[in-house]
């Protein structure tokens, strides 16, 4: 039976305001439609069908980012644009990914060894399908990609030599960037990442291949890497609902979400209990924040408990409601499998985060 | 299609060594065979019934500790005296804690205030039922229970005044104990937080009334609050699969669960990339560490991506397969649906991580 009002809501619970989720979809539409460059969504972000289906509906977007092959699966029951931003290695996977390109989805996939590509055409060849391949480019962050430039150029010329596999562009996310609060340090920092993957771009087509697709950029730099002239979409996934990391840029988006949880202790004048630990709200970006009460802070959580300091005069009490202001929405998002969609109290829906953890695990 | 072998598992994915988990499930039998004290698992470490049935199997039990209704719903399925070690708070909690009690389960909650004993007597008297309370009290960590000593045992006094409720004993968790190290600061660290457990069981019989449960205890702490005079029960849950940070106490478990990544990437001769990220393995207690692999660490988790510093000389490369032990097995096991059971490498079974997450959503 599905809960009426907010006061209905068991406890630990993601809240959506749809209200604030809609204008944050606008201002990133708007902000696309008058660019050159385009938005590409990211699904990881709440791997929920109903938003991604909001952010495509509302325009200025090329198709869905996914970072997993399981998000894929599912964004492309609804989307037929996908670029899984990421390495996709692994038999099962590989061939999964030639699945949903035989289904005449347009699928990309990021590459960045031979070993990967290899798998992929295989894969792609047993499926009698071609997939779409992205260069994926170190832009400075340790983690995938190839070194800009010539190795860029030289795994593009590898591609565009392999059969079953189709050199659509490059791509490389400045993830060490996307989180400094300070625009005059983000934006130079961006640039300099960008410059990496710019080169690499060059150097591709100066082998004459094709480069149509050059990805990049989040939340915290889609109008820095947005305006970067050939960079042709953004990877942005955070905006739509926000965190408190986020929320310490300088970005016109707001907080739409919430982990609404329930008092269960007030065993001191000073002290407050929730039931709202980190299996419900992660602490990976920091401790949460504490929405709407002024002089109360997460001192700590638990598996199952958020210990809140608050001011001894607070009149909070077993049964009471508190919700936290998460500090990273993604893996906070992937730990329940609804949001509780409100219009103002109303429950206005209850959205399935279809893709949480690993799909293919509750099929196994 | 389930996997035969450890090659054929779709990554990120849980791996459990049976064969290590029934060694420590007989070693902590073993323990409480020989003691008044008796163990009582705690469900929230694993959510896994294929587990929990095993522990209870083994004897030296008096049932199982949950930490929420949803664990205790499907605990009940199973096990009929059932101690959900927690305030349970909100009308639909409650009630449904009276419904496990009307089909005749043996069911007992915390309770630490007047609020929480009145909407648990009501929802009782609702369901025409009878449920167990236990009085929580603080023994030094700054979360749930009323203060020990004449706090508790008014408190006592008060459910044994209450119809639809029954006055079961008193429960007092020292979580600010059990991951200290050293033993002999532990050990003297347990037998203070004790102290004031059995302080308020003396002053609640010291008013004529029952206690005839005396709970507490943790893996850390068994056989040291396992062994103080009175002490009733242990409520240890991680050392049935162990991790990391456990692992660096001096007691008899080993590590009987990893976490199954592929290298996705290998950018450069130092650094390799899996797809096991924090999504897959949390960090809250620290870094994962890496297994079986000389010189390797992780270097950071991201969502999707675990990125490690390796050896140079490492042969590691796209494909290959490395494991990560977790640092806090909780909520790393809470992100999965399933556990790949292993016999050597052979894929025994599937485990449904039944009560992961919050199941009330996925019925909602």
New interface residues.
């Given amino acids: 039976?599905?809960?009426n009002t907010l006061n209905?809501i068991?406890?630990?619970?993601l809240l959506l305001d749809i209200a604030g989720m809609e204008r944050n979809i606008r201002r990133m539409a708007d902000f696309f439609a008058q660019s050159e460059c385009k938005l590409r969504p990211h699904f990881?972000a709440h791997k929920t069908p109903e938003i991604a289906r909001r952010q495509l509906a509302a325009g200025s977007c090329t198709g869905l980012t996914c970072?997993?092959v399981g998000e894929a699966e599912i964004a492309s029951e609804f989307c037929d644009d996908i670029l899984i931003a990421?390495?996709?290695?692994?038999r099962?996977?590989v061939s999964r990914v030639a699945q949903i390109a035989r289904r005449g989805i347009d699928i990309k996939i990021a590459v960045?060894?031979i070993?990967?590509l290899d798998?992929i055409a295989r894969a792609a060849e047993g499926a009698e399908a071609e997939v779409g391949l992205l260069v994926d480019v170190?832009v400075g962050m340790?983690?995938?990609?190839?070194?800009p430039g010539e190795p860029a150029a030289a795994l593009a010329k590898r591609i565009s030599d392999t059969a079953n596999v189709r050199l659509r562009g490059a791509m490389g996310y400045e993830?060490h960037v996307v989180g400094i609060p300070d625009r005059t340090k983000r934006a130079p920092a961006a640039a300099t990442a960008m410059s990496a993957l710019s080169a690499s771009v060059q150097a591709i087509r100066d082998a004459g291949l094709p480069c149509e697709i050059v990805s990049a950029g989040g939340t915290g730099t889609y109008d820095i890497t947005g305006r970067i002239p050939g960079i042709t979409e953004i990877q942005a996934g955070s905006y739509v609902l926000m965190d408190t990391a986020y929320g310490k840029l300088d970005i016109p988006f707001e907080q739409a979400m919430w982990v609404l949880g329930?008092?269960?202790?007030?065993?001191s004048p000073l002290?407050c209990?929730l039931?709202s630990g980190?299996?419900?709200c992660?602490?990976?970006h920091g401790n949460p924040s504490v929405r709407g009460i002024e002089g109360a802070s997460v001192?700590?959580?638990?598996?199952?408990?958020a210990?809140l300091n608050i001011p001894a005069d607070s009149q909070l009490?077993?049964?009471d409601r508190v919700q936290l202001v998460p500090s990273h929405i993604?893996?906070t998002i992937?730990?329940?499998?609804?949001f509780y969609a409100l219009d103002g109290e109303k429950v206005a829906g209850?959205w399935p985060i279809a893709a949480r953890?690993?799909p293919?695990?509750?099929g196994?």
């Fill in positions: 039976m599905a809960p209905d068991p406890t630990p619970a990881k970072a997993t990421n390495q996709v290695i692994g099962d996977k960045d060894s070993e990967g798998q170190n340790p983690r995938c990609g190839v070194q993830g329930t008092v269960v202790s007030r065993p002290l209990v039931d980190h299996k419900s992660t602490e990976d001192m700590f959580l638990s598996d199952e408990h210990s009490k077993a049964g993604d893996p992937n730990l329940h499998d609804v209850v953890g690993y293919e695990q509750r196994a």
